[in-house]
């Protein structure tokens, strides 16, 4: 199973042999997705000894996220699914980085959702979501409870008890896709809301 997530600044990609992890690579650098994830898919394939011929799934964080690096992700998604004839399996990527929390109590997840706002859901001591995912401000959403993401590290006065991790690991994403400890959701985008970029309206006429 290869696995991957582009929804916040790290592009992370990783290979899963369905009992063992074979490969991962993960980088830290927003607005660079498009141009970071092929390489990464074809070392993280490199270091395992496998082509994408070997592929037999596709796991995808569907976001929440940015709507530019998101898109990548899927779209990449989406298409060696249809060229190798694979499944894709999407996964809620705040589901990811919950499983791999080590909270110790009821905790959120936040990543940076830019516009001064986050995507947050929350979960049990036992990783499981309760609420959201959702768009916040940081302050509405304010917590002494433990949080991980970024989110935590852009706005501590809201959230000044941040545990890791802070982004998402392939890793992680393919061992739960593996062992089925997370909902697995269709590969569509959790953009949660309307993109930055729109189409312009029609131009009024100057009479």
């Known amino acids: 199973m290869l696995a991957f997530d582009t929804a916040t600044p790290a ?3 990783a290979l899963h042999d369905g009992t063992d992890l074979l490969g991962q690579r993960t980088t830290v650098a927003a607005m660079r997705h498009g141009e970071l994830l ?3 898919i074809a070392a993280v394939l490199e270091q395992a000894g496998a082509t994408r011929l070997d592929l037999t799934d596709v796991a995808v964080g569907v976001g929440p996220g940015p709507f530019t690096g998101l898109r990548v992700g899927l779209a990449t998604a989406r298409t060696l699914g249809a060229v190798l004839g694979v499944a894709v399996r999407g996964v809620c990527t705040l589901d990811v980085m919950a499983a791999e929390a080590r909270a110790g109590a009821a905790f959120l997840v936040a990543t940076d959702a830019r516009r001064k706002e986050v995507y947050c859901a929350s979960y049990t001591a036992a990783a499981t979501r309760v609420e959201g995912p959702r768009v916040a401000r940081p302050a509405d959403v304010a917590t002494e ?6 989110g935590a590290t852009l706005y501590p006065d809201a959230f000044p008890n941040a545990v890791v991790p802070q982004h ?3 890793a992680v994403l393919a061992e739960v896709v593996v062992r089925r400890l997370v909902p697995v959701l269709p590969a569509e985008p959790l ?3 309307r993109p930055d970029a729109t189409e312009p309206g029609f131009r009024k006429q100057v009479s």
């Open 191 to 193: 953009y949660l809301r």
């Open 11 to 13: 592009v992370t990609v």
């Open 38 to 40: 092929a390489p990464a």
């Open 145 to 150: 409870a433990p949080v991980a993401g970024l």
């Open 168 to 170: 998402p690991s392939a």
